[in-house]
Nanobody
Framework: QVQLVESGGGLVQAGGSLRLSCQAS????????MGWFRQAPGKEREFVAT????????YYGDSMKGRVSMSRDNAKNMVFLQMNSLKPEDTAVYYC?????????????????WGQGTQVTVSS
């Protein structure tokens, strides 16, 4: 069982940056691949980024590719999402997720554990 708590969301102007954090509880954190997803009002949940358990590989969704970087600190059971050049269309609730597998996945159905989400609002 893994519990996830996101933080770092807030209100930012277009062009600004935010760094989201996700604190995980439980053991063997490095055996879980991690992902970030987002959901805007009236839209489906969208893949943003994923990272392998070993931190060797990352993969990003098209919507934020080139503007976002995901990392993790296995010693602290944490993952991070650095977001730059934010746009109003990036406004959404951002979720951290963990899957029972070390490998990358872009599919939300592959993730067993989810945080409560953190709101990111980008003003124009």
């Amino acid at each position: 069982q893994v519990q996830l708590v996101e933080s770092g969301g807030g209100l930012v102007q277009a062009g600004g940056s935010l760094r989201l954090s996700c604190q995980a509880s439980g053991r063997a954190f490095n055996t879980y691949a991690m992902g970030w997803f987002r959901q805007a009002p009236g839209k489906e949940r969208e893949f943003v980024a994923t990272i392998t358990g070993s931190t060797i590989s990352t993969y990003y969704g098209d919507s934020m590719k080139g503007r976002v970087s995901m990392s993790r600190d296995n010693a602290k059971n944490m993952v991070f999402l650095q977001m730059n050049s934010l746009k109003p269309e990036d406004t959404a609730v951002y979720y951290c997720a963990a899957r029972n597998n070390r490998l990358l996945s872009t599919r939300s159905a592959d993730y067993a554990y989810w945080g409560q989400g953190t709101q990111v609002t980008v003003s124009s």
